[in-house]
């Protein structure tokens, strides 16, 4: 298996502009996660689903930012418009369903995004 | 979920053992403790995890004392490689998602 798939690896905007992340989670994982990490906030979970479905999105700083998970293989986080504030890391990360303790998440390489 | 507390920052030299702590007083009788590292620009990687007995894998051994209130991390042979953050996490099992702290930023010089 390749892993969590993301793309693109790198995105230099401006701001106002519109930026689609793209991420494709390891096949058979029901769930999905998009964290940000910057130096000042460290690593935070903006959202997470379950078999496609949004459980959780209360780390969504506000709503400029979208997810959809249209289906099991692919997921988008979309900022609209973008603002020099939004520049991080982007991960996306997928797991099963965690049972008897275990509780591996399998992240992406990240999307670094610049907001100019 | 219960809080925990590393040291922001250690240093291993290349060989020896690198042994991590970190302190959860209050975690409760249904919280594992699980531990992830993050090597510069990669995403986090899950290492081992435990909730009361010692645990041990081909990447570490997880030690939680007998009363749960703090764990170790032992990289017995640390090399360059093992150099990342190091996140200590406690969550209650069933739970998907976990809540990355600040960790602990190893150092394993030559």
Not at chain 2, 51 to 68: G, H, P, V
Not at chain 2, 87 to 108: A, D, N, P, W
Request: with cysteine.
């Amino acid at each position: 298996d390749a892993g969590v798939i993301q793309s693109p690896r790198h995105e230099v905007t401006e701001m106002g502009q519109e930026v689609t992340l793209r991420c494709k989670p390891i096949s058979g994982h029901d769930y999905l996660f998009w964290y940000r990490q910057t130096m000042m906030r460290g690593l935070e979970l903006l959202i997470y689903f379950n078999n496609n479905v949004p459980i959780d999105d209360s780390g969504m700083p506000e709503d400029r930012f979208s997810a959809k998970m249209p289906n099991a293989s692919f997921s988008t986080l979309k900022i609209q418009p973008s603002e020099p504030r939004d520049s991080a890391v982007y991960f996306c990360a997928s797991s099963n369903y965690p049972g008897a303790g275990y509780n591996e998440q399998f992240f992406g390489p990240g999307t670094r995004l610049t907001v100019l | 979920d219960a809080k925990t507390t590393q040291p922001t920052s250690m240093d291993c030299a290349e060989g020896r053992a690198a042994n991590l702590p970190c302190n959860h007083s209050t975690i409760s009788g249904n919280e594992y403790v699980y531990w992830y590292r993050q090597i510069h620009s990669q995403g986090p990687q899950y290492i081992i995890h435990g909730l009361k007995n010692n645990e041990t894998n081909e990447m570490a051994s997880l030690i939680i004392t007998e009363d749960r209130k703090s764990s170790t991390l032992i990289l017995p042979h640390a090399t360059l490689r093992d150099t990342a953050v190091y996140y200590c996490i406690v969550r209650v099992e069933g739970y998907s998602t976990l809540t990355f702290g600040k960790g602990t930023m190893l150092l394993v010089s030559p």
